[in-house]
């Protein structure tokens, strides 16, 4: 597929929020693109926008957001500029969200059998008898992996466990055929043997109606399994981009090759202490590349602009001026 | 060896959804928890590990069995036990975002665990401790005017324990404290979680999904698997040597994130079969139905938690036989 134009084509995008300290400027110009039938992966630190640029694309961005610039160019047609109707056409048919937070996505005082019908009603016209929308929700809920769907059905989400208001919200977004599934740490409260089926579940989601994903994760592990390519975000913008299978094995960004020694390790020997320093503050990010005040390997021309990302090698871009051309070798 | 901080026995919560009806949550969950150690609860998910935490802490109450905290039945719901017991224990949910109150300072935060259990009689007292208990998670003292809104997941997840500390507990269950959070300010976290627990001498009780996590910081492990425990066993040998089939099927799925590692899981165990539900649990061992090893034994009698290995090693299963 790699040849494919591509699915999803986000340019340059700039989200900020207005708050009462003034205004924070998360997103600093994120562009990332995602081909039919591809599978990505969007990692990097809490906080540093991976939500908000979900959100962004599906145009559902709270009011105290403000989109300052950029594109999300959907089978080529700007999703930010689209009149009501392409709107919600896209939302039906073209990409679904996986909400990060089960339990602030799922409405309360309803049952999950009722969440799930409104879903299949949107999306499938009401031309479809009630009868046989329960029994696609049933066969929604099977396929994540929830037993007893007669239960799950009539269940209020506080009757459920966190991994299991996560499935229901899984159900909600894959149960209905979309071009582009945009999921949002759909593993975070999963043991690992029913994550697994999850993800396999995805990725023939992904084999078998050719269903692009983007899947956002602090699992690195999750990652490496089941994407072919990686961005990395830092403070509001992509860093790198690479083959999962590179990334791992030569990262080049200096945040990158922080965050992966980050990652406990199977073998037990000790959790590592972290990022020195925090994430910046959005009010006043720092200038040039925002990572500059956190990195080890920064000098004074790190802070008088904003690297651009190059390729550096096949399918390999970086945003670091510090890294140079060919298989990042330094300078 | 000294008598343990926690003891659960026989502990059942069944939740009734309809006339004769129940969803068998917890059906018969017994384990220790020793003083000063860390006790990891795995297992999959919907098997009953937050309402095993929930009833210990006293937010539900059990359907049978005891609780016991430092040789006191406390088998009772939170609003029955008295204000030292309940301070005694602590817990620290996964979403620091919706446990605090977006609607207060951390200051705030802080001042009420201290004001309800009168632990600071005057303003400066008040503030004192306040700080005192931000300096404890590493915290500076300027966190106390923010707002849960304007920090990160890693430092409102660090606000929630100062606060679970203000009572001086000396048991603190953590239910997937980190799982909000990416691997770098996990480990920040973690690391605090662990430096206070040698220096304050807690006892926790550590539920989470991430099994490498669990390597590094418990030094138990129990296992769950629709209600009950299957396994418990010490962390180096749950990873190097377990017995139940489930531990199996659930260490060989842990993503990983190199080659070196994937060699220390066992050989993939698919996940097979339907995941049974608790409100009809299967007949004779719960796992039978999804077990590529069971007999007929499996089909027929429920397998006891018994010893394997020298006593600390204990497996629910007809076909572990003991070393
Ligand atoms: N409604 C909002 N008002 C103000 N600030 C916001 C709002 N939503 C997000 N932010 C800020 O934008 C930044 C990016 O948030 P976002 O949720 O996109 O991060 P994330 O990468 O998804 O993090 P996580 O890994 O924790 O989910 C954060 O600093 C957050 O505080
Ligand atoms: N208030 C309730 N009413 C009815 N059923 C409930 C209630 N709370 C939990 N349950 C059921 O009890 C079972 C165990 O839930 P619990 O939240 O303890 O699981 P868990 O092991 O913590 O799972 P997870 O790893 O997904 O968080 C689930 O089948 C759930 O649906
Ligand atoms: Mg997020
Ligand atoms: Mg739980």
Same mark, same amino acid.
């Given at each position: ?130 009868? =046989? ?106 860093? =790198? ?91 | ?21 129940? $969803? ?11 003083? +000063?150690?860390?006790? +990891?609860? $795995?297992?999959?998910?919907?098997? +009953? ?17 005891? $609780? ?74 300027? %966190?106390?005017?923010? %707002?849960?809104?304007?920090? +990160? ?71 769950? %698997? ?19 089939? %489930? ?77």
């Amino acid at each position: 597929m790699a040849t494919a134009e591509p699915l999803l084509d986000v340019r340059d995008l700039r989200v900020s929020f207005r708050v009462f300290r003034g205004t924070l400027s998360v997103l600093d110009g994120v562009t990332l693109a995602v081909r039919p039938g591809e599978r990505v992966g969007l990692i990097g630190e809490t906080g540093c926008g991976k939500t908000t640029t979900l959100r962004a694309i599906m145009r559902i961005l709270p009011r105290e957001a403000r989109v300052g610039g950029g594109q999300v160019l959907f089978a080529g047609r700007d999703v930010l500029s689209m009149n009501a109707g392409d709107l919600s056409a896209f939302r039906r048919k073209g990409a679904s969200l996986v909400f990060q937070d089960p339990t602030a996505a799922l409405n309360p005082v309803f049952t999950v059998g009722q969440l799930l019908d409104e879903v299949i009603k949107y999306s499938q016209g009401r031309a479809m008898p009630a009868k =046989e929308r329960r029994a696609v929700a049933a066969a929604a809920l099977r396929d994540v992996a929830l037993p007893d769907p007669a239960r799950i059905l009539n269940s209020y989400p506080f009757q459920l466990s966190g991994g299991m208001r996560q499935r229901v919200c899984i159900a909600m977004a894959i149960g209905v055929n979309r071009e582009l599934i945009l999921a949002d740490e759909p593993g975070t409260s999963l043991d690992v043997t029913i994550q697994d089926q999850i993800l396999r579940l995805i990725s023939d989601l992904v084999a078998k109606r050719n269903v692009a994903v983007v899947l956002v994760t602090h699992s690195l592990g999750v990652v490496r399994e089941t994407t072919d390519r990686v961005y990395v975000m830092y403070a509001g913008s992509i860093v =790198e981009s690479a083959p999962v299978k590179e990334l791992f094995r030569a990262p080049l960004h200096p945040y990158t090759v922080a965050l992966l020694e980050c990652i406990p390790k199977l073998s037990g020997e000790r959790i590592s202490q972290g990022i020195p320093g925090s994430m910046p503050d959005y009010l006043h990010p720092p200038r040039g590349c925002r990572y500059q005040p956190r990195c080890p390997r920064a000098e004074e021309g790190c802070a008088a602009g904003r690297p651009p990302m190059r390729e550096v090698a096949p399918g390999h871009s970086v945003a670091c001026y510090r890294v140079a051309a060919q298989g990042g070798e330094d300078r | 060896m000294n008598q343990p901080v926690l003891e659960v026995r026989e502990l059942k919560k069944h939740f009734p959804i309809r006339k004769n009806v129940a $969803v068998r949550a917890v059906d018969g969950v017994s384990f220790e928890l020793r003083e +000063g150690e860390i006790l +990891g609860l $795995v297992g999959e998910s919907g098997s +009953g590990k937050s309402t095993v935490a929930y009833t210990v802490v006293g937010m539900y109450r059990p359907t049978a069995g005891q $609780v016991i905290f430092r040789g006191e039945d406390v088998s009772r719901e939170a609003a029955r036990r008295n204000l030292g017991q309940k301070g005694q224990m602590q817990i620290v949910f996964q979403d620091p975002g919706s446990s605090l109150n977006p609607r207060r300072t951390v200051r705030q935060i802080l001042r009420l665990p201290l004001m309800i259990h009168g632990l600071a009689k005057t303003e400066s007292e008040k503030e004192e401790k306040a700080v005192d208990l931000l300096r404890r998670v590493e915290l500076p003292e300027e %966190y106390l005017d923010k %707002y849960p809104s304007g920090m +990160g997941g890693g430092e409102r997840q660090l606000v929630a324990i100062a606060r679970a500390l203000a009572t001086s507990p000396s048991l603190i269950i953590f239910d997937e404290p980190t799982s909000a959070l990416d691997v770098s300010v996990q480990a920040k976290v973690i690391n605090r979680l662990v430096e206070l627990h040698r220096r304050l001498n807690l006892s926790y009780l550590f539920i989470t999904h991430d099994l490498s996590l669990m390597r590094n910081v418990s030094s138990r492990v129990a296992i769950m %698997y629709l209600g009950v425990i299957c396994e418990v066993a010490e962390t180096k040998a749950f990873f190097t040597a377990p017995r139940h089939p %489930y531990t199996h099927m659930l260490l060989s799925s842990i993503p990983v994130v190199s080659d070196l590692e994937e060699e220390l899981k066992p050989r993939k165990v698919p996940s097979v079969g339907e995941i049974p539900s608790p409100v009809n649990i299967p007949r004779g061992c719960r796992f039978h139905p999804r077990c590529p090893e069971a007999v007929q034994q499996c089909r027929e009698a429920e397998p006891q938690l018994r010893p394997v290995a020298g006593g600390t090693h204990l497996v629910a299963c007809h076909r572990a036989l003991p070393d």
